[in-house]
């Protein structure tokens, strides 16, 4: 399990962080989300304080049986990707 930063939308109009626990055992795809990045740069959306606005984010999708759930998490592509297979290899080395 690997510990991240997920950023979610709540009402009205607000977004919020809080940290989620993931398996990298069932990520199906890592895309970058460019809809939050742009938001966070022109300040159109209600972020918490304290976030860059050279900040990336990513979206995560997870298998769950017959449908994947996705979700937005802080962190480039790249990063997301290089703390899932640390994981990985560290399990490999036993």
């Known amino acids: 399990m690997i510990k991240l930063v997920e950023i979610y939308y709540t009402e009205p ?9 993931i398996n990298p055992e069932y990520v199906v795809s890592i895309q ?3 809809n939050l990045t742009r938001m966070l740069v ?3 959306g209600k ?7 050279r ?3 990513t979206r995560i999708i997870l298998d769950k049986g017959h449908t994947g ?12 990707n290089e703390r899932m297979n640390a994981h990985r290899r560290q399990i490999l080395r036993g």
Do not use: A
Not at 13 to 21: I, M
Not at 47 to 52: E, I, K, M, R, T
């Open 13 to 21: 109009y607000t977004y919020n962080l809080r940290e989620v626990f």
């Open 32 to 34: 970058p989300e460019e």
């Open 42 to 44: 022109e300040k159109t």
């Open 47 to 53: 972020f918490p304080d304290g976030l860059d606005t």
């Open 55 to 57: 900040q990336q984010f």
């Open 69 to 80: 759930l996705d979700i937005k998490v802080i962190g480039s592509p790249e990063i997301i």
